[in-house]
């Protein structure tokens, strides 16, 4: 199937042909004509399967179209699509421009983290389609700098990192202020139960669409772990970077202090790296991305939430420095490559505290990773299992959250059949709650602000090694960007 299949029309068809896109990715194939036909939407895609221009290209083509029965002396708002994270809010602005670039509509970027004061300028002024995170939204809302009761068409994106990030309280009451005839579309990488739930109260009969199975992994993405002690992981880091000459590389840290440190190190050593993560200014994280982007950077290094919504074209390499406390970031991490078809490769370096979160890893995927060792980073067989450090919250609890890593640290074996049915839930993947919080909510216990791991005796539980990534503004117990 070609894009021309799909009634777009001819303006929208030359931005596409213009980024050398001529054939629909399959989420493409199946939201587009859905949506073109005026059905609610509810779509089970994750990053990189092209799910933005999925919403994008037929929200362009009906509100070109679709006379809005407004008054053209200024332009109305008639979209508001709604994202978890900055970054994402201007990789979707973006798609907008891009896709919309011979269309005479309006749109704007609106987040947290910068002045408010052009963005109000710019809604003042009228536009016809919003990016926004929630929060930010709300504050013009309050300021009734927008007015968004004349809403045709919603998109909330990501939806399930929406509710991870605590972010319900707020999508209730933007959705409050919109008119109820509208057309509403809800992206989420999960069909999970308070993704359905959401979508009763949200949209109206709406068509369902999926592909891939939301915990796969793309398979154009070759992935291997390497298993190291953990006082070698930046040496080993360094050779493979060298060796491999790879020249852009995303690599993930679970601390903002990790990622500072690993950043510094990378660069004092003749690396180019900056790192990305809730404590820098929104400056400086446009800047560090655009760096990486244009290679004066050949390092980036992320936490989990500021890697979100970062879209590079083909982006060769992927490197967990440390894995994830939620088996699911994992996946998302490594959608950052191989996006839309593109070949990448992902790796892990992986040391002995770290064995149980991989073998939740390989059970969600349901497949064992290949094992590698580089000759002079042998890991010590000795060596004995560490807590796991997991940073502090935003606003400075002195305590660390730890423990959970070294609970079952025998090696990965190869081959080792543990395939069990993952327990198909997302609702530890998000950076609103702790994880002690969410496994509390999720397993009916009280938060153990330690983790608690090392003196459980029960079952290991998902994503238990600790809380407080943290990469963001803790309020009433959720992060808000805005
Ligand atoms: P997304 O999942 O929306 O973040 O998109 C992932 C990447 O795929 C982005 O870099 C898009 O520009 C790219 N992309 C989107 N649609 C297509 C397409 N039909 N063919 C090739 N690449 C695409």
Not at 475 to 480: A, M, Q
Request: a positive charge; glycine letters at 10%; one cysteine or more.
């Amino acid at each position: 199937m070609l894009f021309s299949e799909l009634g777009l029309r001819a303006e929208i068809l030359r931005s596409l042909s213009e980024q050398g896109y001529d054939t629909p990715t399959p989420i493409q194939q199946q939201a587009i004509p859905e949506v073109l036909a005026g059905h609610d939407l509810m779509a089970a895609a994750q990053t990189g399967t092209g799910k933005t221009a999925g919403f994008t290209l037929p929200m362009l083509q009906l509100l070109s179209t679709r006379n809005s029965g407004l008054s053209m002396a200024k332009f109305q708002t008639r979209a508001l699509i709604l994202t978890p994270t900055r970054e994402l809010a201007a990789q979707v602005y973006e798609s907008v421009r891009t896709y919309g670039q011979h269309l005479n509509l309006r749109a704007a970027a609106i987040y947290g983290g910068v002045s408010m004061v052009p963005q109000t300028k710019l809604l003042r002024s009228g536009v016809e389609i919003i990016v926004a995170t929630p929060g930010r939204l709300l504050d013009h809302v309050a300021q009734r700098n927008v007015d968004l009761s004349n809403i045709e068409m919603v998109v909330l994106d990501e939806a399930d990192r929406m509710l991870d990030m605590g972010f319900l309280p707020d999508i209730k009451k933007v959705m409050k202020v919109l008119p109820e005839k509208r057309q509403t579309l809800m992206y989420s990488a999960t069909f999970s139960d308070e993704i359905r739930q959401l979508a009763k109260q949200f949209l109206n009969d709406p068509r369902q669409v999926a592909v891939a199975s939301a915990n796969s992994t793309a398979d154009t993405v070759a992935q291997a772990v390497y298993t190291v002690d953990r006082n070698k992981k930046r040496d080993l880091l360094v050779k493979l970077i060298e060796d491999n000459q790879w020249h852009q590389v995303l690599v993930f840290t679970r601390t903002k202090h990790g990622a500072n440190a690993l950043a510094e190190k990378l660069d004092k050593g003749g690396i180019r790296a900056a790192a990305i993560h809730g404590n820098k200014s929104q400056g400086a994280r446009t800047k560090a991305l655009a760096d990486f982007k244009s290679l004066k950077l050949h390092v980036l290094v992320a936490t989990d939430i500021a890697a979100r919504g970062i879209d590079i074209d083909q982006l060769p390499h992927v490197v967990n420095y440390e894995l994830p406390n939620v088996p699911e970031d994992y996946v998302h991490r490594i959608g950052r490559t191989g996006r839309a078809g593109a070949t990448g490769e992902a790796v892990s370096l992986v040391c002995v505290d770290e064995f149980k979160l991989l073998r939740d890893i390989e059970r969600l995927l349901k497949r064992q990773l290949e094992k590698r060792m580089v000759e002079g980073f042998e890991p010590d067989p000795n060596a004995k299992p560490q807590p796991i450090e997991n940073g502090r919250r935003s606003q400075g609890q002195g305590h660390s959250f730890g423990g959970g890593g070294n609970r079952d640290a025998r090696p990965p074996r190869q081959g080792q059949s543990e395939a069990r049915k993952p327990q198909g839930d997302n609702r530890s993947r998000g950076e609103g709650r702790s994880n002690a919080a969410r496994n509390a909510a999720s397993h009916g216990n009280k938060p153990q602000p330690n983790g608690g791991g090392a003196r459980r005796s029960g079952p290991p539980r998902q994503g238990a090694a600790g809380a407080g990534r943290g990469d963001g503004q803790q309020r009433s117990g959720g992060f808000r960007q805005r």
